[in-house]
């Protein structure tokens, strides 16, 4: 079945950016979803078909996808952004379709 | 505004069955529809399966194959997830989630989790 790999956490201090990667064979060749979940709470999607921001989601977030690596971008980071942060893709081949990467901890130092 | 509520937190023992319900609301439900997706203790999240509240149609992780069944109810806008056989390791909160047409597309709109448990 198809694999995304994120790096288990990330840290940045506020006002920087933080980028959370996330890696699979060809995932330029599919559309990027990227999910926000902070403790105790349901997922919120940030970031949708690589690129494409839900309305009500700050412009500080963008994504990014290429070749084997897609890219979730935080600018101006704000201690409100810390949380774990999940991308997924649909793989049609695959008897697991829907995939989740691993999740990445966003630290703000 | 769009909204899935879901029902309360179970306990079950190994081997029993669950039945987890998804009411939703703010939108027209047969022009969407709804993934299942669970979070075991301290883990990422796990797609379960997807069903589309116009026609029905399924499609379930292959793990899951055989001990889940994903339904709507299109009269009271409620989707459900049902698992049998269940196992400590399905200990977990269970989430709906919308979709927009396809199963591959993204999540819009997450219910509030259900955590089940599954101890004897």
């Known amino acids: 079945s198809y694999v995304l790999t994120q790096p288990p956490s990330v840290s940045v201090a506020p006002g920087q950016t933080a980028r959370i990667t996330c890696g699979g064979n060809?995932?330029?060749?599919?559309?990027v979803h990227w999910y926000q979940q902070k403790p105790g709470q349901a997922p919120v999607l940030v970031v949708y078909?690589?690129?494409d921001r839900p309305s009500g989601i700050p412009e500080r977030f963008s994504g990014s996808n290429s070749g084997n690596t897609a890219t979730l971008t935080i600018s101006r980071v704000e201690a409100g952004d810390e949380a774990d942060y999940y991308c997924?893709?649909?793989?049609?081949?695959?008897?697991?379709?829907?995939?989740f990467g691993g999740g990445t901890k966003l630290t703000v130092l | 505004q769009v909204q899935l509520v879901q029902s309360g937190a179970e306990v079950k023992k190994p081997g029993a069955s669950v039945k987890v319900s998804c009411k939703a609301s703010g939108y027209t439900f047969t022009s969407y529809g709804i993934s299942w997706v669970r979070q075991a203790p301290g883990q990422g999240l796990e797609w379960m399966g997807w069903?589309?509240?116009?026609?029905?149609?399924?499609n379930y992780a292959q793990k899951l194959q055989g001990r889940v069944t994903m339904t709507t109810d299109t009269s009271t806008s409620t989707a459900y997830m049902e698992l049998r056989s269940l196992r400590s390791d399905d200990t977990a909160v269970y989430y709906c989630?919308?979709?927009?047409?396809?199963?591959?597309?993204?999540?819009?709109?997450w219910g509030q989790g259900t955590l089940v448990t599954v101890s004897s």
């Open positions: 078909d690589d690129s």
């Open positions: 069903i589309s509240a116009y026609n029905g149609n399924t």
């Open positions: 989630a919308r979709v927009s047409g396809w199963p591959e597309h993204p999540f819009d709109y």
């Open positions: 997924q893709v649909w793989d049609s081949s695959s008897d697991h379709p829907g995939v």
């Open positions: 060809n995932i330029g060749s599919k559309s």
